[in-house]
């Protein structure tokens, strides 16, 4: 029971209950690499792949966690799959793995309007225009309701942008626009020229918690 409890708890410190289908693509048309830091530790990745489609973008995202607190492993896996026409997003299909226990559901929009269903999750329709917490795309920091990449948990946040900075990533200086995300899912984030992420930073319990984009010029 205390086993559980604990992992329970590492699952919170790492993705503050929220954080990231599976088709499978050739050749991407952009790929986002990051690196997942734990107190400046290295404990996982997360890869996005944006491939341009007739009328949008397919997005498929994957990533992996190993790490041990307080004498405890704990192993994350996470692949799902976003469809966009026109710059909205249509559909989202997620699975997720918490060591023991697995997460997966399918979301279908038509406009502001979607339906959840899956396992695990709690089923649910709704009109409010619901994005998923995907970071990758500047445009999230406009949303309001949001809703967890793991168990579809629904997020009511606010976003404020602080302005232009430069970020030192891999011992380069990168010019970022900074915004912080406050309420159900607090984050930092920074954007590049293009809208596309560069960094994510959240706090939990005392550990500090980054996602950090390798590849960024």
Known sequence: MRKSVLKQTIAALVFGTALIAVPTFSYADEVLNFHVLKGGEKIGYEKIEITDTENGRTVKITGKTDVTVLFVDYHYAHERTEKWENNQIVSVEAKTSEDDKTYDFSVSYQDDCYEISGKHVDERKACNGAWPVSMWKEDVTGKTYLYSVINAEP????????????????????PAVHYVMTGDAERKLWYDKNGKLLKTSLKKEGYDIDFIRVDAQ
């Not at 997020?155 to 990168?174: A, H, Q």
């Open 155 to 174: 997020y009511e946040v606010k976003t404020k942008k602080v302005g232009d900075e430069t970020l030192m990533i891999e011992n380069r200086e990168t």
